[in-house]
């Protein structure tokens, strides 16, 4: 759906299903083309590993890229924009190679979280280091270009954390969802990665 800030007025943006039914959409990134990447999430996880990544491009096509994933659900891009990160109730983010002329292929696993935690929102830097907020854990872990552990962030409130993004000056300042409506925020040595805007 979109919503007019202005005016309240929210309108279907996607108005039609793939052949069959989403089982609840979950989280979304944009590319600097305009395409857009978002996971389909539902109640999937290691009992039924049937969540789905689609990419809506900016032409209005639909694309499957993967059906096999224990609930997908936050999603970034490489700084490139070659590589799609998503993070998995297996507590783990997988990564996928795009290609615009081919089918998806060669998915794989990017890095592993330990704990009872999941992944939830995702973020990226401007080198290339994935950042990924787990859920229930009230923790952040930031990876390497190769997968590595570099940082791992602990919340100073409670362990429901659901996203993460950069801003303040310099671009520097990790903002942090709380799930009970609170910004935490922690400041990095590393400027997040600007993410799409429509001009």
């Keep these: 759906m979109v ?8 309108t279907p943006f996607l108005d039609f299903k793939p052949f069959e039914s989403f089982k609840g959409l979950n989280d979304l990134v944009f590319g600097r083309n305009g395409d857009l990447y978002f996971t389909d999430q ?4 290691l009992h039924d590993a049937t969540g789905r990544v ?10 499957l890229l993967v059906e096999t994933l224990p609930g997908p659900n936050g999603l970034v891009l490489s700084p490139d924009e070659k590589t799609l990160y998503v993070g998995s109730r297996n507590n783990a983010i997988w990564w996928q190679p795009l290609r615009d002329t ?7 696993t990017f890095a592993i979280m330990p704990g009872f935690g999941t992944p939830d929102g995702m973020a990226i830097d401007v080198d290339g280091n994935v950042v990924c907020v787990q859920t229930n854990m009230g923790v952040i872990w930031v990876f390497n270009k190769i997968g590595l552990p570099i940082y791992r962030i602990e ?3 409670s362990d429901k ?7 303040g000056p310099e671009n520097k300042t990790m903002f942090i969802l709380d799930g009970h409506g609170k910004i935490l ?3 990095m040595p590393v400027a997040g990665l600007q993410m799409y805007s429509h001009t």
């Design 161 to 167: 954390l659901t996203n993460v993004a950069y801003g």
């Design 185 to 187: 925020t922690a400041q």
């Design 102 to 108: 081919h089918p998806p292929f060669r998915t794989g």
């Design 42 to 45: 539902g109640q999937t996880g």
């Design 3 to 10: 919503l007019e800030p202005k005016t309240a007025k929210v």
């Design 155 to 157: 919340t100073c409130t």
């Design 54 to 63: 689609y990419r809506f491009s900016a032409g209005g096509r639909l694309e």
